[in-house]
């Protein structure tokens, strides 16, 4: 089969309105007609069609290599723990914040929702409190071994880096000559023991959701959930310095997918492909031409009125793929989306906005990567339009063009170098072809909790609000009551207030 523009995987196609001319043009306003059409492609492919309120397409701002793929097994565990452990902002295009772990959040999710079914349970006080008390100590045996481990690992690190490999003690050496083995041993064995005696008390309970929850506690306290890895590749060769993080992997064969070749097409005009999502959250936050020319050096003012020319005349884009897949992410036996959905609904709402609500410690969790190979751009335009990105793509070193976030063919931070870029000049389009094979990721899925957990309604308070009124006037009818305005006066007469003193004196 024909490897051409015509039969790529995917072809989304951004056609301008037939007929009358539209408001807005396909490439004015940023782009944003064109930003909202592709949106819903990428919602289509990565979520389906009519997307829920927790399940959210976020866009790469430029094409990523997927790290995953390299032949290193190390290498391809780092990347997968980036992509799947570190939760990324609540926007519509992906940042990733280095702060925030899913683990972290889940830990602290588990937490929240043992201490809040605990106190609904029909046990008696004191089992209540011992289960807590229980709970406590657990929580702060994991964090001292955490700790002791973390303290460890960075006294190791700061010897590392300042005597040089032959001269240097293995990690395991200078545990023992500092006598972290011991600590780390110590506190180990305190968690273990910790776990131990909450598996017990709380077993007391006889609740079923404790049962559970306590499951999960257990599951994320488990060592085996966890892999030593390098915290980056300058630490690759060096396994001393490795640290420990939860099981996060990327599923679906790399090798497979860079391999195989799967036609599909897939067209989408403006009739039926915006993103409501997209036009009711994200439209006024896009601040990038979806369609334009870039330099590294700057724009001139003729290179400005030259893209405004291109914006205008483009009437359509179609961008294809060799290859374009789904690969879901995936974590160990520590995480369970199940506990999540049954107990998020029940915490109160100030614990549920810590865990789930703005910058919480779960407000979006990865769930799914969309990867693309083999990218293609074809532009159709007047040929004035077309002879403007053909020349400005071959002007210089670091002349690109920029398609959304796309800069094809320029140097430095580009999604694809000049060298890996195949143009074609045709009389009513021209096509940019990636011919570098690597993959690339494209958007991230992820799961907004808020978006289908509810908190828990907020306790009814004592009295009413209509009470409350009614008791407020009564207290201040008895404070300004005649009596009470009479014993005041007489308190604050000068011949009492003299005798008083007196007494005192």
């Known amino acids: ?75 391809r565990l780092v990347a997968m723990n980036g992509w799947g452990e570190l939760m990324p902002s609540l926007q519509w295009t992906y940042l990733r914040n280095s702060s925030k772990r899913i683990s972290d959040g889940y830990k602290y999710f588990l937490n929240a929702a043992m201490l809040q079914r605990i106190g609904q349970g029909n046990a008696s006080e004191d089992l209540k409190n011992a289960t807590r008390r229980a709970l406590d100590e657990l929580e702060f045996a994991r964090s001292d071994y955490k700790a002791s481990v973390e303290q460890a690992d960075a006294a190791y690190e700061s010897y590392a880096s300042v005597t040089p490999k032959p001269q240097r003690l293995t990690k395991a050496q200078f545990f023992k000559q500092q006598a972290y083995d011991v600590q780390i041993k110590v506190k180990d064995r305190a968690l273990k023991e910790a776990a131990g005696t909450f598996d017990i008390i709380s077993g007391g309970l006889n609740d079923p959701d404790i049962a559970l929850l306590k499951d999960a506690q257990i599951r994320l306290t488990n060592p085996n959930q966890k892999i030593r890895l390098p915290a980056s590749n300058e630490l690759l060769n060096d396994p001393d310095r490795w640290q420990e993080y939860y099981i996060t992997t990327i599923d679906k064969s790399m090798n497979t997918f860079i391999n195989d070749y ?210 407020l006037k009564n207290i201040e009818a008895i404070w300004t009551a005649e009596r009470g305005a009479k014993a005041l006066q007489d308190f604050a007469r000068p011949t009492l207030m003299q005798n008083i003193r007196l007494q005192f004196q």
């Open 1 to 75: 089969m024909s490897r051409t523009v015509s039969s790529a995987l995917l072809s989304l196609t951004l056609l301008a309105p037939l007929g009358a001319k539209a408001q807005e043009p396909l490439f004015g306003d940023w782009g944003n007609p064109a930003w909202s059409r592709y949106f819903k492609a990428i919602e289509n492919r990565l979520i389906g069609p009519a997307p829920s309120n927790s399940d959210l397409a976020i866009l790469l701002p430029t094409p990523t290599n997927a790290d995953w793929s390299s032949n290193n097994q190390t290498r």
């Open 262 to 471: 799967k036609p599909q097409t897939q067209e989408i005009n403006e009739a039926q492909s915006s993103s409501q999502y997209f036009e009711s959250r994200w439209k006024v936050n896009v601040s990038v031409s979806f369609l334009g020319l870039f330099r590294a050096g700057g724009a001139s003012a003729e290179q400005i009125t030259r893209e405004k020319h291109v914006r205008t005349n483009t009437t359509n884009i179609q961008i294809g793929f060799e290859n374009l897949d789904v690969f879901p992410i995936t974590r160990g036996e520590w995480y369970s989306q199940n506990v999540i959905d049954k107990f998020g609904p029940t915490l109160k709402p100030s614990e549920f906005n810590a865990v789930f609500g703005p910058g919480g410690q779960l407000e979006v969790v990865p769930m799914n990567l969309l990867v693309g190979k083999g990218m293609s751009f074809t532009v159709f335009a007047d040929s004035q339009s077309l002879d403007y990105l053909y020349q400005h793509f071959h002007a210089s070193a670091d002349a690109g063009v920029m398609i959304g976030w796309w800069k094809l063919g320029g140097s430095g931070e580009y999604s694809t170098t000049k060298e890996n870029i195949e143009v074609k000049r045709f009389s009513d389009r021209i096509t940019f072809s990636d011919l570098s094979g690597r993959p690339q990721v494209i958007a991230m899925a992820v799961k907004y909790m808020a978006g289908s957990i509810k908190p828990a309604a907020a306790a009814a308070p004592l009295v009413s609000a209509e009470q409350m009124t009614r008791g």
